[in-house]
């Protein structure tokens, strides 16, 4: 039976051709299944996949804790200023709101998005 077109690395410089049996046939060329070229594809398309979700959660846990020391200063600064409760968590609200949006388009704009 014919052997698979892939070389493979034996772990130093060389290279040399995979000794699995050819089974499947892509682009004119016989493969072992580990080596198809569609497989490969695969692999690298869900691994690229996951790598992306991953990255998109750690920036995110990034952002929120670059904002949490900045809400936590608009906290400060707007409990100092007032004596009414109500009156404190309207105001608490607008201004967080602002700055958070502020904040997270800077964090934004440092990250290159």
Known sequence: MPLCS???????FRENP?????KYTEGGKLYCYQHRPSVIAAKGAERTTKWTSEMDERRIIHQQARAFPIAMAVLRKL???HK?????????????QELTAAALAEIEKEMGL
């Open 84 to 96: 009414d409760a109500r009156t404190l968590t309207g105001a608490v609200a607008l201004e967080y």
């Open 79 to 81: 409990a100092k200023d």
């Open 6 to 12: 892939a070389t493979v690395s034996d772990g130093g």
């Open 18 to 22: 995979c000794s699995r049996n050819g």
